[in-house]
């Protein structure tokens, strides 16, 4: 079946500094990927999206990549805040039947002052 | 801005009670969804709807139920509720898939405690 393996947490960075989660995928068909993230107390928040082969879905200053020979979609920033600290959800959805969203478990990032 | 609504935000409940976590929205989507958000974080769907009295069991078994009677509302019942039903429960829709990509917007959660 569908499945999202993501980078485990938790992350821990100083503000300003790069930004990488990894998302890898296994799926059938041609997915659609993306970005979710959940600020504390809050439900879900969509982030960005890519819906085919190298498409970079953006947002916020986060970004990406739709790699399909890979099978990833990896999220990126350059310069992360201290309000971006949040727990940060990959997912994939395949079209047809329920179009449910297959998450991976999350990956819990601080930014320190 | 997704326009998707849930109440209550936090539910704290004795052993056995019945109870009802309303979900609704305004965006006149077709699918609705519910997912069950365990303490480790992970989301697992439990419930989904293609429409107006359609109604589906998801990935995890759950003893709750729901309905739709109404386009904009997805209720999640819980008959009897037990210790094991603490859970974070999220509410999604989506529209159709070709005309909206899919994309699922999600409620702000109710945070349910059985005691």
């Known amino acids: 079946g569908d499945s999202v393996t993501q980078m485990e947490g938790p992350v821990t960075l100083s503000e300003e500094a790069f930004l990488t989660i990894n998302c890898t995928y296994t799926a059938t068909g041609y997915p659609s990927l993306f970005w979710y993230v959940q600020y504390p107390g809050e439900g879900l928040q969509l982030l960005l999206k890519a819906t085919k082969a190298d498409d970079k879905g953006s947002n916020k200053g986060f970004e990406a990549t739709y790699r399909k020979e890979t099978t990833s979609f990896h999220l990126e920033k350059g310069s992360v805040q201290v309000s971006d600290s949040a727990v940060y959800f990959c997912?994939?959805?395949?079209?047809?039947?329920?179009?449910?969203?297959?998450f991976g478990k999350g990956t819990k990032l601080t930014v320190n002052p | 801005e997704a326009d998707i609504y849930q109440t209550p935000r936090y539910l704290v409940i004795g052993t056995g009670k019945k109870i009802t976590l309303e979900c609704s929205q305004t965006?006149?989507?077709?699918?609705m969804y519910w997912y069950q958000q365990d303490p480790g974080m992970e989301l697992h769907l439990i419930h989904y709807s293609y429409g107006v009295n359609s109604t589906e069991k998801g990935d995890l078994s759950s003893e709750s139920t729901v309905s739709r009677i109404r386009t904009e509302h997805f209720p999640l019942t819980l008959e009897s509720a037990r210790p094991s039903h603490t859970s974070q429960y999220l509410c999604a829709s989506s529209g159709r898939f070709r005309l909206a990509g899919g994309t699922q917007y999600f409620g702000p959660g109710t945070r349910l405690l059985v005691l």
């Open positions: 997912a994939l959805q395949n079209q047809g039947g329920s179009e449910k969203l297959v």
């Open positions: 965006m006149g989507h077709d699918k």
